[in-house]
């Protein structure tokens, strides 16, 4: 999720085939409740695994994005 537009988003997606959705809160209101603006309002890298009951499993806090798609399928695997 990132305070860039919708149109933004998908122009990044499509540029990097990827083959998940992104988030757009460009009013920042997602990015400010779960404490991850940083400077000039920019979104912090750092992601959260969220369980089937809406709860956080896990917090993320540094992300490389190389090795973090494996990081969160290892992850799954214990969360309810």
């Known amino acids: 999720m990132s305070k860039d ?3 933004a988003q998908k122009r990044f997606s499509e540029k990097n085939g ?3 959705r992104l988030l757009a ?3 920042g209101d997602v990015i400010e409740l779960y404490g991850v603006e940083g400077l000039l309002g920019f979104a912090r890298r ?3 695994l969220i369980d089937s009951r809406g ?3 896990k917090v993320y ?3 490389s994005p190389a090795k973090h798609a494996g ?3 290892a ?3 214990s969360v309810p």
């Open 18 to 20: 990827l083959t998940f």
């Open 5 to 7: 537009s919708v149109e």
């Open 61 to 63: 806090e540094s992300v």
């Open 71 to 73: 990081e969160v399928a």
């Open 46 to 48: 750092k992601s959260f």
């Open 25 to 27: 809160d460009e009013d």
């Open 75 to 77: 992850d799954l695997a």
């Open 55 to 57: 709860k956080i499993a």
